[in-house]
């Protein structure tokens, strides 16, 4: 189990390093991304100015306060508290994420399913576990609100964080077809019957 | 907050509830009550997986920083839900109590501020107050206690109450039916809940009856006991089947699946066998204030 340290945005062969178990601290640069951004993206064919090449994305809708547009905080938001969401209900935007837009590693938590490993196995992405509801603390890793697009969408817009430390993550699905929730999934079907047979059901 | 009391009544006006509601709202998303913290320890004394235990670390260390930063345990601000219960010779205008419980959660949304996470089910628009239909949910119930208002909000996480499960068994199931149910519910649900959870289990009643008994066994303080004698052996048996699954904290593997398995149970038809599962997740929130003729005493 290695330790990783990657800056954004990155390579392929950045992310072909990694495997599952392994742990990764991101730099620079992170974009938040919900649930209506790409239904707004890939459903109804909007686009962004932002340039998500290389870059990676995180399931978040953030909890924020508006102020002065300043140097640092140019989108006139400031962060109160940023966490993440369950990613599962995004699972078939994985593809065009990294299609289209060049998506290399998605943040959430609870993990993504078999169609998302392939993309990630094919394309060259990965899966990064971030703890959900451990929002105050992802919070303190997240040094400004750099930008904001499809704003409209608030606070499902798309947002792009400046970020110092951002970690440690833990790399849940890897560029090698690997998925930790997989495994767990079967250990956990595996068990099923004699936690029902002691239950007597 | 004031509380007026009458010789032998105790008043409890709107803008007291309002105070109360925006209070109670940012507090519960501040500050988890003790028996989750305690849940907490015992889990991590007890789990074996070295990667549960880290991200269990990680689940504690964010309890402390949220309270030492004074900012929110989790992003999610959830669906506001207020449960209302009202002593005897208690005065309230209950029109205006519901309406001075939205006036609370939409000014807690605007001036802390809080992420508005309440949007129209059709059109999905976002008010950004926090409120809409039927929404704060607000479930009102009269109790004994003489000249007693209590006030309890539990903003409900999204990511765990869509880990919701009802089915309508029938008799011939048995109760070996609602157990495998149970089971399956855990497995489906995964790490999509922000495990460790407290599963809620709701059993009998009619449908509707059936899941909000759910709802009330997953947002149970821990340690409490279901009051039926049935229902709480089920409690035990439950808790350990879940926890001998190895879905574990996240999802990513290991023995703290559940902090417990709660269960309520309603009467139901003879024909019919209901079970419901909700689940709670980790950042298990909740803020309570009671309005005495003393004054208002808030806690958990």
Redesign the interface.
Same mark, same amino acid.
């Given at each position: 189990m290695a330790h990783h340290t990657l800056h954004m945005p990155c390579t392929e062969a950045d992310i072909r390093k990694l495997r599952v $178990?392994d742990t990764v601290t991101l730099q620079d640069t992170l974009f938040g991304i919900r649930d &209506?951004t790409q239904i707004h993206m890939f459903d109804r064919g909007r686009r962004t100015r932002f340039d998500l090449n290389g870059h990676a994305v995180i399931h978040? &809708?953030?909890? =924020?306060?508006?102020v002065e547009p300043t140097g640092t905080n140019q989108a006139g938001y400031e962060a =109160?508290?940023? $966490?993440?969401?369950?990613s599962?209900?995004m699972e078939r935007f994985t593809r065009p994420l990294m299609e289209r837009e060049g998506v290399r590693i998605i943040i959430g938590? *609870?993990?993504l399913r078999d169609d998302s490993a392939r993309a990630f196995q094919e394309l060259g992405g990965c899966y990064l !576990?971030v703890? *959900?509801? &451990? !929002?105050?603390?992802e919070?303190?890793w997240i040094t400004a609100i750099e930008d904001v697009d499809l704003d409209d969408l608030?606070?499902e817009s798309l947002w792009r964080f400046a970020i110092r430390d951002f970690g440690p993550l833990?790399v $849940?699905m890897d560029a090698h077809g690997g998925s930790?929730?997989r495994? =767990?999934?079967s250990?956990?079907?595996a068990?099923?019957a004699?936690?029902?047979a002691?239950?007597?059901? | 907050m004031s509380v007026i009391s009458a010789p032998d009544k105790l008043r409890v006006t709107p803008d007291a509830i309002e105070e109360a509601a925006k209070l109670l709202y940012i507090r519960a998303l501040k500050i988890l009550p003790d028996d989750i913290k305690q849940g907490f320890f015992r889990l991590d004394s007890t789990e074996t997986d070295g990667l549960a235990k880290s991200v269990l670390a990680t689940m504690i260390e964010n309890i402390a920083v949220a309270e030492r930063t004074e900012n929110l345990l989790c992003q999610d601000t959830g669906i506001p839900i207020f449960n209302v219960q009202i002593g005897r010779d208690v005065e309230v205008d209950g029109w205006a109590l519901k309406q001075a419980i939205a006036r609370g959660t939409e000014r807690a949304t605007r001036e802390h501020p809080l992420r508005s996470s309440v949007v129209h089910p059709i059109t999905r628009v976002n008010a950004h107050t926090s409120c809409g239909a039927h929404v704060p949910v607000i479930h009102i119930d009269f109790v004994e206690t003489p000249r007693t208002l209590r006030l309890e909000m539990i903003p409900k996480g999204s990511g765990s109450e869509n880990g919701s499960f009802l089915q309508m068994l029938i008799p011939a199931d048995g109760l070996s039916g609602v157990k495998r149910f149970v089971v399956d519910a855990a497995i489906k649900a995964g790490g999509k809940v922000c495990p460790p959870t407290i599963l809620g289990v709701g059993v009998g009643g009619t449908s509707d009856l059936c899941m909000h008994l759910a709802k009330v066994a997953a947002t149970r303080p821990l340690g409490s006991v279901c009051a039926d004698a049935e229902g709480a052996k089920l409690e035990v048996e439950l808790s350990e089947a879940v926890n001998s699954l190895g879905i574990g904290p996240q999802g990513l593997g290991g023995d703290s699946t559940a902090f417990a398995v709660h269960v309520e149970v309603a009467a139901t038809h003879i024909t019919m066998n209901p079970v419901a599962v909700n689940v709670q997740c980790h950042s298990a929130r909740r803020a309570s204030a009671t309005f005495t003729p003393e004054g208002v005493e808030v806690g958990f």
């Open positions: $178990g &209506a978040t &809708a953030p909890n =924020v306060r508006k =109160v508290c940023i $966490g993440t969401t369950t599962d209900r938590k *609870g993990g !576990a703890i *959900g509801g &451990a !929002a105050a603390l919070t303190t608030n606070p833990i $849940g930790l929730y495994d =767990v999934q250990s956990v079907e068990r099923r004699a936690v029902l002691k239950l007597g059901a | -």
